[in-house]
């Protein structure tokens, strides 16, 4: 069996586990599925404005447009679960390549400050417009609409799934090849072909859509949301620590990173939950150190490690001149 | 009553403290070409200081401020050589969440050390003022006002004729050039980010009696750097003054003569980044940046 | 990819397993979300001495259990997160199987916790001693199950304003500020509707940014009107700066009227000698005269005795946060002793039933505007005042029959 | 004698591709040695390595017989390297005089400033003239001049000169070239790369021809001119057409 079919097929069962568990698993399996799930489908997103070297810190306007569109859409015009979910959709794809016109060339730096300062100004206006969204004292889904624990947990799951599967899908076809021309330097990627402004608006609408269905998909999860956390910074950077942590621009690091970051969110808070400041204290280190020493991320790592231990059996390959 | 004179006093005072709590960003990023995430809890260690200081030792903050200032430094120094230095060549995204984290491990220090509980500086001149005509002139901002304008007219004259401050202007323009000059660029590095972390101290000093100190007093001081920053010209100091400027005008005029105008006074600062950037995305006064 | 999905396993099924607390029998289980990292830290911390001292003083007086269970207090850090609060009261009432919910505290955090608690059908009774917030209470409704330990956002107002129409008199000119953060939102429409129930001419209505690092083009538009009273509505840390810019600004109002942060050290702390003349209201404000409980003077004692006792065990003056999750917890502490029982319906028809007299006032449960079981509601109006010897107190002013002193117009 | 600079088996590179491969080279104290080769031969390599820029896979890099491979880039200036570098790099937002005032920079340099500034406004008029202009504004003839007046202004022992004919029109070429060789006769050691050959060996001592990151030739300036490798790997040589007219020119 070969290192493809292995992953193929490993592939499959985490596919198979994190759609079963909604069905089989208990409680609280079912809880950290979700908030995994949750993770991995904006980890993904994030990771792949990133391959196209658009850092975003602005993923949570894209959550927090999701969820507000969910909620008004419910509470307003009285759309059920996948009707709202599909609303979000389409906000988060329309918002993407809306932000990736207006940015136009923008790259680096500025491309990531312009999508802080929209997220942040999303934010004022749910704040400043209480009439629609309920202003900072926030907003419940009416209760009427909740389409029940499976619906919402399965929901997730299938979210996480197919945006892998998408995700799977470019890193298979030529795309691939596109998205490092984009990221190495946008005006070689002309030469190649590619249409940089068309790719990002692609890209950005992919990206903005994954992540505004799951913003969605929390609204009804939560059935509560207010400004400050549709809009938090903490979900643009856990979905940035996903990547990172576990191996940026690649198919498996954000997966991996959004287990860890979920694993070690759950473990700092549960342990040290109790004292108070702690937790995330601990949390902010762990990223600091794993910035310093895992600079590749986990799956570097591991390969590193893999490498390693491979290179005792082969010769080291030399470099030539 | 005419408003006018008022407004105008009032944006003025607030342009000086935006200002000085501007200029560390963009002198750490001018040299660096790194936004410390954590600028924000510099300032928030800098009110904590003045704030321990005056409660503590009965130190008034003007008093306590060149030693704070003084271990703001040397705290960025140590922060730069453990951590910064080591993701100098990293990407952006690297740099971005290294700093960040250290940005929730100082704020939740500070909680475990200080508790989550909002304080102030209570100094008699903060909260005296006098009429000048009909501008109402408080101490405090004033203070604030003096302050911000000698350490960043320091900033400048430093930058600008002293031997180091050239050679930081230099390594800002080109490091490699720079270090064929006989410039130490390590050295030029953590000493700009040890400038930039005192500035931001500095701010917290002058902060420490006028506004609310908490933990996460930080952030939100922060983003609005960023904007001033970025409205003047990544790595432009006169253009972070100019920006400051125009944030606090434009903050200050909407909060007078728009409805409901200080809640949306907020939203200018991402407004007028966003219309910055796609109009000239280097700022006002920005220079030529790789990113 | 193959390490990935293998790490992906391993990680959901280790998560999983940690939070499968190995379920002992006979013990009686609170669970209490507390946001003690975050935003909301001040209050998250509140909470948990409140809890603390409650099984500490429990224990010392009926001993380690309670119906002959162990008490278990599963304290859950919501790190002041929407999500994570989710994610924690699903935990307690699906794998944790907690007895009882006390908490959590800060309006937004609260409101995140009601759906989760609503949707799940046999829920645990759900003590909530923070969270003024009305859009709580809409939201949860006539529930059975939900019982509110503290005053509604609405009470404030009426008890203010009742409170200047005594003993400030009718037609006065009102300034109010309010925050577009969650209080400010929360408040100003009661807020409004009281102050023109009081006949009140509201000359000023000043939105401000929670936040602001100037509040002076505010208060400049405000001076113009020339008020007789200002009405602040914000949340303590917008108010520390307020307070010390609205004293430097010379506003020359004779009343100045706050609601919850008056009576918090924090404030008084931040603000020092700026704290003079503001009135605050209250459910528990050090200095209360409250007697002791007549069948259980252990448990709860004059106010002057439980914050003789705090101030031994936690060296501060206790805040109401603290006074109302204490009284909370003995609550349903002595619920399960009284009924021998965990089942909610014993607990509630209990609840329901019962009336001491706590460092907190009268504990019997009433209906509010929506919900059906509150209580701690009874507010005081109070003012800050300066003593001879140069220090603060809480002045009560309001109701006259446990009035300590009289309301004194602002003199700067 | 000690030769001022020596560079024994040096092997360095940009990640994984090798740029120099044992290049040996040396330069004695007042001798003016040029670098010869086509483009991407390693004659910019060479200088970054020198200076400090870049640090050495293997081999020793010798000053006046210390093996400073270790010593960082900064320190070397104070020891006497001084690189005037390819596409000048000059400081655009300072002014000349500011550009100059960097050069100086160094504690022994800083001692010796007035003298300095005299000695290179003396060399290069010009640069007076425009003392209060801004670099970035100047022609590409004046930058290069204060490249190389910025170099001069640390007090150099060893000078070495990236292309400081490069972009420059046929009279300000002799004007450096006059300048480099009234700096070469006050005892300064000189290393400079040059495409301009016939310019080149014209004042150069000596030289060295590199092809493909090896050394291929070296001579004194007469053996090398009529030297067949040299014909031959600047046959083999594709100049652009800036290079193409300036030989000419020249």
Known sequence: MNTRTFGLLLGAVVLIVILSIPVFGSPSAVDITFRTCSLIALAVSWNLMASAGLISLGHSAFFGLGGYVVILSANLLGMPFWISLIASLAAGALFGSGLALITGRLRGIYFAITTLAASEGLRVIAVMLPALTGGAKGAFLDAKYYPGTFTVNMGMSLAAAVTCLIAWRMSQSRIHYAFRAMRANEGAAQMLGIYPLKFRCAIMAVSGAVASLVGGIEAFHGGYLDPAIAFDLHITITSQIAPILGGIYTLSGPIIGAVATVFIGDATRLSLGHIEGVSLLVFGLILVFSILYLPQGIRGGLSDLWRRRSATAEPTKMAKP | MDLLPQVFSDALLLAGLYTLMAVGLSLGFGVLRIINFAQGEMIMLGAYGAFWGLTLLGVDPIISLPVLVVAGFALGWLIFRGFVAKVLDAPHINQILLTFGLALAIQHIAIILWSGNARSATTAYATESAFVGDVLVVYSRLIAFAIATIMVVALIAWLRWSETGRATRAVAENRAAAALMGIDVDRIYAMSFGVSCALSVATGVVVSF???????????????????????????IAGTVIGAFVLAFSETFVSYYVPDGAGWAEGIAFLLIIGILILRPRGILGQTVET | MRKALCLGTSGLLIAAALSFAAEAQETFKIGAPVSISGRYVAYGVQGKNGIEMAVDVWKKVRGDKVAGRTIE????????????????????????????????????????????????????????????????????????????????????????????????????????????????????????????????????????????????????????????????????????????????????????????????????????????????????????????????????PSAADWEKAWMEKFKAVPEFLEVGYYASTILTLLAVEATKSTDREVLKKWLEEQHYQTPLGDSKFIKSRVALHQTFGEMVVFQRQKKADGTFEGVLIYPEQIATGKLKPCTY | MTPILELINIRVGYGQSVVLQDVSLNLREGEIVCLLGANGAGKTTTTRVVSGLLAPWAGEIRYAGENIATVPAHKRVELGICLSPEGRQVFPNFSVYENLLLGSFSKKARLRRTEMFDEVYGLFPRLAERRKQKAGLMSGGEQQMLAIGRALMGCPKLLMLDEPSLGLGPKIIIDVYEAVASIAKRGLSILFVEQNVQAALMIAHRGYVLANGHIAAEGTSAELRSSPLVQEAFLGKKPSRQDLSEVHRA
């Not at chain 3, 113009?224 to 840390?237: E, G, K, S």
Request: charged share 20%; hydrophobic share 40%.
């Open chain 3, 73 to 300: 207090v599963l304290f859950r850090d919501t790190q002041s997160n929407n999500a994570i609060t989710v994610s924690l009261m699903n935990n307690f009432i699906l794998t944790d199987k907690v007895n009882v919910i006390i908490g959590p505290d800060g309006s937004n955090v609260a409101a995140a916790a009601v759906p989760p608690w609503k949707k799940i059908e046999d829920r645990p009774i759900w003590l909530l001693p923070g969270g003024s917030s009305d859009v709580i209470e809409k939201e949860v409704g006539p529930d059975p199950y939900f019982f509110h330990t503290y005053a509604w956002s609405y009470y404030y107002h009426e008890s203010n304003l009742k409170a200047l129409k005594a003993l400030v008199g009718p037609n006065k000119k009102v300034a109010l500020i309010y925050s577009d953060g969650a209080y400010g939102r929360a408040h100003i429409d009661d807020a409004r509707h009281y102050i023109k129930e009081a006949g009140y001419e509201i000359v000023s209505d000043e939105l401000v940014r929670e936040g602001s690092a100037d509040f002076n083009p505010t208060l400049a538009k405000i001076r113009a009107r020339r008020p007789d009273i200002l009405y602040v509505l914000v949340q303590t840390n917008d108010a520390i700066q307020l307070t010390k810019q609205i004293q430097a600004s010379r506003l020359n109002v004779p009343y100045l009227i706050g609601t919850a942060q008056a009576q918090l050290p924090e404030w008084q702390n931040a603000v020092g000698e700026s704290q003079s003349c503001w009135t605050g209201v209250t459910t528990w404000v050090p200095g209360l005269s409250y007697p002791a409980d007549k069948n259980e003077p252990k448990l709860f």
């Open chain 2, 210 to 236: 006028i506004l609310t100190i908490t933990p996460f007093m930080g952030f939100p001081m922060l983003i609005k750097s960023i904007a001033i920053v970025i409205l003047g010209g990544l790595g432009s």
